[in-house]
């Protein structure tokens, strides 16, 4: 039963993934390499294997959307 909640709540709620390419730090953080895949895909990667279904990527790159449109691996 709770098992049942939890994924009720987890198809409920919108996730939000903050994708800046502005990083003073770190620019283009999003794209960052990581052992072949970007960070950005990582991050929605792993919430998809966490049971979240709502999940959006907030970015103020209209280039970053192209670069992404084919790196998710379900």
């Keep these: 039963m709770d098992m049942l909640i939890n994924q009720e709540i987890m198809n409920s709620v919108a996730v939000i993934i ?3 390419m ?3 730090r770190l ?3 999003p794209l960052a390499d990581i052992n072949g895949r970007t960070m950005v895909s ?3 990667n792993n919430l998809k294997k ?3 279904e709502n999940i959006y990527i ?3 790159s209209d280039g970053l959307v192209g670069v992404l449109s084919g790196t998710w691996q379900s």
């Design 18 to 20: 903050p994708a800046r």
């Design 58 to 60: 907030a970015t103020d």
């Design 42 to 44: 990582r991050v929605y």
């Design 27 to 29: 620019p283009r953080k």
């Design 22 to 24: 502005g990083s003073s």
């Design 50 to 52: 966490s049971g979240f």
